[in-house]
């Protein structure tokens, strides 16, 4: 048991696709969404009329508190309840500066990401391991927003202990 806490990006992928090359005006069943069809086992029940969103994983923590206060109460609008909450893409710079700025001074840590304690949420101290996992955060972060779709993702926070 612990805190476990995800980042998952979810993108939506529309049925259609407009085929101007065959004729003009024409939709054609995106092959994207065929694709993604057949690798999940739905092409004799899925229907035509409606796209698919694909989540994945892009970032996993383990016990790391301060990131999950920093996600309650910047996003969460406080309420810490194993939910699943929207990111903005903006909320994620932030927290990368947030990270960035505490790697570069680690004296900000308990004004800028203050670790909480709570039950089965790990360690309260501000010592290698947290440096560790704000760098493991800026690392993530930092590949998750250089990816081209960036800003075709929407992302969403969750945890659980």
């Not at 612990?2 to 005006?25: C, F, H, P, T, W």
């Not at 009329?49 to 996003?75: L, P, Q």
């Not at 840590?109 to 996992?133: C, I, N, V």
Request: with cysteine; hydrophobic share 35%; charged share 25%.
């Amino acid at each position: 048991m612990g805190l476990d806490m995800y980042l998952q990006a979810r993108k939506y992928i529309n049925v259609y696709d407009y085929d101007a090359s065959e004729q003009q005006n024409q939709l054609v069943v995106s092959p994207k969404w065929k694709e993604i069809i057949a690798a999940a086992d739905m092409t004799d029940i899925a229907a035509e009329e409606t796209g698919v969103s694909v989540e994945v994983n892009v970032a996993y923590w383990r016990k790391n508190n301060a990131i999950h206060k920093w996600f309650v109460d910047h996003v969460q609008n406080g309420q810490d309840d194993c939910g699943e909450y929207y990111v903005s893409r903006e909320s994620l710079q932030e927290l990368l500066k947030v990270c960035e700025e505490i790697l570069a001074d680690n004296k900000k840590a308990k004004k800028l990401l203050p670790t909480q304690s709570g039950f089965f949420f790990g360690d309260t101290a501000y010592d290698e391991w947290y440096m560790q996992d704000l760098q493991y955060t800026v690392d993530r972060l930092k590949k998750i927003s250089s990816e081209p779709a960036f800003e075709k993702i929407d992302f969403y926070y969750s945890s659980s202990w």
